[in-house]
């Protein structure tokens, strides 16, 4: 980065006054501008970040009981999993790259770039933020994303032979319906993080917390720390009580009765 952006990156934020209602929200949405002028978030990604951002206005901006239900089924599947792996891409390395690396060794993870517009600038740039944020090894960048994903087309189907390939539990975020749904059907678990319930991705996980990123990372690592301690089987029956169905709906009823709370 030169010096021209850093200084814009301290006064975008010193621009917004500490009382302003929505100062989180726009210090978080300057974190994924930045990553587009420095490459590594795709343009396309700000859309992303949008969509994420009306469906977290609509859930208070706050993590909800249904979220907290997933994320603890979700540590106990990492937990149970024989090659868990974390796929990460512009958005997520924009706004949680030292969670994601905690997360991953709190519950022994692979970490693997998986970008759904591949460049190979974009996977270094990616790859770098998470080495300075403390990951040893970087699965999914050049030639290691060999391996392809079936019944996917193009640069969308490279994953790392050593990762994605054979993982049996796959934490993704802002993930697109039809790599969710090639990797469920590669028999994978699939553990998504996605604010919008109704996203192809959401449906089709096998656990699917519905929440920010930004809230939900702290959370898996702090579950984790705590879960940790559990015999194999309280794991087990922690997953076997979970119903992804019942949560999405449970995500829907609240956003329902939300709305219908705020036109009275
Ligand atoms: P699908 O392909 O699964 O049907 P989509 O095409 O609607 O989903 P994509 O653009 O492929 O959406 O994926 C982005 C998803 O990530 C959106 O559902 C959006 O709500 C969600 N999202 C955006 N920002 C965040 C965030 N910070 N935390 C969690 N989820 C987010
Ligand atoms: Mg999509």
Redesign the pocket.
């Known amino acids: 980065m030169d010096s021209s952006q850093n200084s814009k990156k301290w006064s975008i934020s010193a621009l917004i006054p500490e009382n302003h209602p929505r100062k989180e929200s726009l210090v978080i949405r300057e974190k994924i501008v930045e990553g587009v002028e420095e490459g590594y978030v795709a343009p ?1 990604g700000l ?3 949008g ?3 009306c ?2 206005y609509l859930f208070g901006e706050k993590t909800q009981h249904f979220a907290i239900e997933a994320i603890r089924a979700s540590v106990a599947l990492l937990l149970l999993a024989k090659y868990p792996v974390i796929s990460v891409n512009g ?1 997520m390395a924009a ?1 949680v790259p030292r969670e994601i690396v905690e997360l991953a060794r709190e519950v022994n993870a692979k970490i693997e770039v998986n970008l759904f517009y591949r460049t190979p600038e974009r996977e270094r740039a990616i790859e770098k933020i998470l080495k300075e944020s403390g990951a040893q090894e970087v699965l999914g960048v050049g030639e290691d994303a060999s391996a392809t994903i079936p019944e996917l087309f193009s640069e969308r189907r490279r994953v790392s032979p050593r990762g994605i390939l054979i993982a049996d539990v796959v934490l993704l ?6 790599r ?1 749904e090639a990797l469920v059907k590669m028999g994978k678990k699939v553990i998504a ?4 319930p109704l ?4 449906r089709s996980a096998s656990i699917t917390i519905v ?4 809230r ?1 990372f702290p959370l898996l690592i702090k579950y984790a720390k705590e879960m940790k301690k559990l015999r194999k089987e309280e794991l087990e029956e922690t997953l076997k009580k979970y119903d992804n169905k019942a949560v999405l709906s449970s995500s829907l009823k609240f956003l329902s009765q939300r709305l219908s709370e705020i036109s009275l």
């Open positions: 396309q859309i992303a970040h969509r994420g951002e469906f977290d958005n706004l975020a802002l993930e697109d319906g039809d969710t993080i996605d604010l919008n996203s192809r991705t959401a929440d920010n990123i930004i939900s």
